[in-house]
């Protein structure tokens, strides 16, 4: 393709991409770079918001919890997902539709409302908690960090597991039959199907649901904000940023969170869009 | 068996019930005759949630009439909203601000706010602004500009169930550890009562706010002349070595407890004590939430040591206009006089202590309202408020930051409070304050 042609094509969204992501981003830089005084005031202040980010304990907590947290979740939502999805290809029409309606559910409902209605099964009068010492396993979610944490991500794999389930549910639809039917009159098992045709298979659609879950788990806050406002080392980056900037009301430094974050991103999509990046090349 | 209601029938008992529904929030709404504008108006509100401001809100929605539309937003927490709203620059989007002692000192020392001084005078009379008391004006003005219509006061109080404490012999406590020792005895003795403390332990701003009610009655200063954070003197330690010791009396759950949280813990019969918001009192008492309606009764909060200030501050709110809006000015502060007028006041009294003297004053509604002595003696016994100083706030917030830690034992109260003074100086220092 002509590069006149490619510009054609591509430039109009190329500049509503520079002139919305880019120039922002610029923006936020430059004014990390900066203090700003009570009185409104945006004075140099070179990397002394940095400087105040990673000497700060509560950045480093938070990055911890942050990659805790998407290694705990993204890998139980693809799971889970996949799982249910097995299951939804060996339901009949009917009950795979009342599935994936009730699935569906969390999924639908606005993050905050979800998210509240969830966190009250689980308080002091929640039903959840109330069932649970009736059975002797009273757990008080807020007392410390591992109930803390574990609640956080009970929630956000109960919000996020049906997402995974419907592409990977979708994904297994295009597994060729013929293939599977081959394996099965080879005498191939269950577990045998799944490692050597199906799960080869869906290969490139798992990498990009984990693409997906990485970014969307790194930016976690609706759960957070939620549940325990951070309490009990729960505060991820984005909690964290939000604290900083609105809350503790330090604009300037919060805009130089926002760029270690979006620093921190790149970082860990590297492998994946090292790996894109070979897969569309072999593809040529 | 009764005849099938004709289509008549069906037809008048909706007009009836829609009727009702139109005309019913009239009736418990105030009249509101503002001078129409030429033009469509719209006035928009920022606040907090709380009760008492749900209700003056319904109230300044009354005046939404001709050309004139108030639109509220209630939040749960609305600081972090308004600040942005007053620091993005131009018109604010809203032109009747919710702001307490502390968000004021904020907001008018950074000049995001307009004096209101001329019209208070000229409307004085229209609206009986002199019912508010010359303290109170005084305390919500700035270098002798008014720039707040104040609704009320609020505080801490011990809020207790007098059955309980009366069945096992227990004074009614007069200090922290009083209350601590009463926790244990209840503990011991009543079953029941799981919990028998609750307080709004909650992170952030919940938690240090009962922090420096007690820090305060200790004697605690927050900073010194010069801005340099004194809160992690041992003054501060000792507060934070209070609270440690309530804590066995909380629930587990205690450091995420909202006031919702505290209140419902109350109402549910599951904590018998706790220094608690006055604004909330009035909720004890309805049977349609709670289990023990009129059980609990209301005192000054216990002091932190023996003779001194009760555990609390003493607050106010009000309402304030922005520096830069495109609505007319009086039009606004009409709607704000209107919705604390005394008549609104009268209507909605069991939910605080109102600014007007001719509201907290009325003999019946002091007998209405158990809460309203506590809250006198409170004020009277001299309790301060928060520090007016224009960096209160991040010094609030650095505290915030790190007393959890202390409650919870991974750092000593010294290493949070200087970790706290830390921060707070650098934050000062790069906002300009220092």
Known sequence: MRTRTFLGFAGPSILVMVGLMAVPFGLTIWLSLHRLTFRGEWLWGGFGNYEFILTDPDFWRALEFTLVFCAVTIPAKILLGFVTALALQRMGTLARTLFIACMLLPFIVTPVVGTLAFSWLFRDFGVVNYWLRDLGLGVNWWANEANSRTLVMLHYVWHGTPFATLVLFAGLQTVPRDEIEAAIVDGAGFWYRLSAVILPYLR???????????????????????????????????????????????LARGYAIACLTVLGILVLLIPFLVNTWNEQKALR | MHPAPTRRQLLGTAAGLAGATIAGPAFAQASCDLPQPARAVEISTISNAFPVLQFLMEQMRACSRGNIRVETRLTADNLPQTRTALQAGGNVPFQIIHASNTSFVEFVNRGHLQPITDLVAKHRDAYQLNDIPAGLWQQTAHEGQAYVLPFQSNTHVLFYRRDLLEKHGIAVPATVEQMIAAAATLKAREPAIEHPLAGVYGRGWNVTTEFANIYQSLGGDWFDARGTPTFNDARGQQAIELMKAMLPYMSPNALAFSTDDVMVAFQQGRSAMGIYWASRAANMDAPDVSRVPGAFSFAPAPAAAPGGLPSAAIWWDGFCIPRQINVDRELVFSVMAEGISAATMRRGANLAFYSRTSVVTDPALVAQNRYWPAITATIAAGTKTFPARPFFSLGHTAVGASIIDALQGRATPKEALDRAAMQFTREARSQGFL
Do not use: Q
Request: no cysteine; hydrophobic share 55%.
């Open chain 1, 204 to 250: 490139s659609l798992i990498i990009f649901l984990a693409l997906m879950m990485i970014m969307d788990a790194y930016r976690v806050f609706d759960s957070i904000a939620i549940l325990t406002r951070g309490l009990n080392g729960t505060e991820s980056l984005m909690y964290y940023n939000y604290r900083v900037a609105l809350v503790d009301n330090a």
